[in-house]
């Protein structure tokens, strides 16, 4: 009912710059929480950003001042702008919806924890 696709990833040097876009398609009537985590080889998957509905964000530590996240509510989509990226940036990263209405045939539902296949970025000189 819902899908998640990622886009923007790619190979960059340190320093440099990546947006990354996620769409989410279906019957979607509103998506209260869009995030972005990521995850490295060999660790966990971590929360990098999260953007409620009304634009309000949160970061991690290690992210803050150089990523910002941002959303277009009217189309579905999320973005990432990556700056001054570093080596410990590599990793792949996922979108991630939740509290998401949507409906199907006559009736609405709301969905939690819908996921993107993930797109890679890697980070190196």
């Known amino acids: 009912q819902v899908q998640l696709v990622e886009s923007g990833g790619g190979l960059v040097q340190p320093g440099g710059s990546l947006r990354l876009s996620c769409a989410a398609s279906?019957?979607?009537?509103?998506?209260?929480?869009m995030r972005w985590y990521r995850q490295a080889p060999g660790k966990q998957r971590d929360l990098v950003a999260r953007?409620?509905?009304?634009?309000?964000?949160y970061y991690a530590d290690s992210v803050k001042g150089r990523f910002t996240i941002s959303r277009d509510n009217a189309n579905n989509k999320v973005y990432l702008q990556m700056n001054s990226l570093k080596p410990e940036d590599t990793a792949v990263y996922y979108c991630?919806?939740?509290?998401?209405?949507?409906?199907?045939?006559?009736?609405?539902?709301?969905?939690?924890?819908?996921w993107g296949q993930g797109t890679q970025v890697t980070v190196s000189s």
């Open positions: 953007i409620t509905t009304g634009g309000r964000t």
């Open positions: 991630n919806a939740d509290r998401v209405s949507y409906r199907s045939g006559s009736m609405s539902y709301t969905g939690n924890d819908y």
């Open positions: 279906g019957s979607i009537l509103s998506i209260n929480i």
